[in-house]
């Protein structure tokens, strides 16, 4: 099992900036992802960034150049900085892992930005 908790979200104007954590904990050997993922009301659940154990990272086409996912492997946490946040940025942020083909949740932090 694998346990993720969020934090770092809040409410930001727009052109302002966030960073989300995520901290791993419990049986986090051979996790291959960490990303995260948000979730709009109304709208389905989207990729936001991801990162491979590899060091490999992928962005959404509507976050590149603003956002940048990063992983602290002694603190088993993963950020997502976000800057240049648009309104159309806010969402519950959710944080993913999969390990041995098995997906993990965080239970999501809110992210609001106002214009």
């Known amino acids: 099992q694998v346990q993720l908790v969020e934090s770092g979200g809040g409410l930001v104007q727009a052109g302002g900036s966030l960073r989300l954590s995520c901290a791993a904990s419990?049986?986090?050997?051979?996790?291959?992802?960490m990303g995260w993922h948000r979730q709009a009301p109304g709208k389905q659940r989207e990729l936001v960034a991801a990162?491979?154990?590899?060091?490999?990272?992928n962005y959404a086409d509507s976050v590149k150049g603003r956002f940048t996912i990063s992983r602290d492997n002694a603190k088993n946490t993963v950020y997502l900085q976000m800057n240049s946040l648009k309104p159309e940025d806010t969402a519950v942020y959710y944080c993913?892992?999969?390990?041995?083909?098995?997906?993990?949740w965080g239970q999501g932090t809110q992210v609001t930005v106002s214009s």
């Open positions: 419990g049986s986090i050997f051979s996790i291959a992802v």
């Open positions: 993913k892992a999969i390990k041995l083909g098995r997906s993990y």
């Open positions: 990162m491979a154990s590899d060091g490999t990272t």
